[in-house]
């Protein structure tokens, strides 16, 4: 069983457009992520959220939103989409720390976004 | 914000030599983490270092963790070209925010 899933694999779409991605875990783990890997392979956290608490980097656009129906799903929605936003974007999750101190990340297969 | 250098950006080595890449970063962290991707692939976690002499070691893999100099090391033994991928250090702050090193690109050559 896949441990951390995303949807769709590929995502190709226009400027201007509103889309999103799926995050799906079956570990679970209490704590979910959303990177960017930018084409240098430069990772960039942009979210990671709890049931309690969501920590937003403060250079993540606004047009970028973490979405949440339950503790097994986070998913990334993307309004108003730029050319800049062409990456791949990279769900993972971890245990709550008082059970894992190690706090170890699962990452998923990533999402490759291509805005044209 | 957290920062962390990785260096080398990119490393190319003969295989059967040794090499270590190093991993610095800015503040105070007792968790660092090494990952390795391949192309077009996911992070796999490698080594999870949690306390200051952490040492830990898989195959041709070893990481080692100094906390007081804000320092890790991933050092490779005899590299065979299997272990050609990026490798990523990553340090967590008190917030569970993870901050990623730049990566460094290993290619291994017969």
């Known amino acids: 069983d896949t441990a951390v899933s995303q949807t769709p694999k590929y995502l190709v779409t226009q400027m201007g457009n509103d889309k999103s991605i799926k995050c799906e875990q079956n570990?679970?783990?209490?704590?979910m992520y959303w990177y960017k890997q930018d084409s240098k392979k430069f990772l960039k956290i942009m979210f990671s959220y709890n049931n309690k608490e969501l920590i937003i980097n403060e250079t993540v656009p606004n047009r970028f939103s973490p979405k949440s129906p339950d503790k097994a799903h986070l998913n990334l929605h993307i309004n108003s989409l730029e050319l800049g936003d062409s990456a791949v974007y990279f769900c993972?999750?971890?245990?709550?720390?008082?059970?894992?101190?190690?706090?170890?990340?699962?990452f998923g297969p990533g999402t490759r976004l291509t805005v044209t | 914000e957290l920062k962390v250098e990785q260096n080398p950006l990119f490393l190319s080595m003969q295989e059967g030599k040794n090499y270590t890449i190093y991993c610095n970063y800015s503040?105070?962290?007792?968790?660092l983490y090494w990952y390795r991707q391949d192309p077009g692939k996911s992070l796999e976690s490698l080594f999870v270092l949690l306390s200051n002499g952490a040492v830990k070691q898989e195959g041709r893999l070893m990481a080692s963790l100094d906390t007081k100099a804000r320092l890790s090391t991933l050092h490779i033994t005899a590299a065979v070209h299997d272990l050609s991928a990026t490798y990523f250090c990553?340090?967590?702050?008190?917030?569970?925010?993870?901050?990623f090193g730049t990566g460094t690109s290993l290619t291994v050559i017969p």
């Open positions: 503040t105070t962290s007792d968790r």
């Open positions: 990553a340090v967590a702050n008190t917030g569970n925010q993870f901050y």
């Open positions: 570990l679970g783990h209490d704590t």
């Open positions: 993972a999750s971890s245990q709550d720390p008082t059970l894992d101190p190690s706090y170890e990340q699962y």
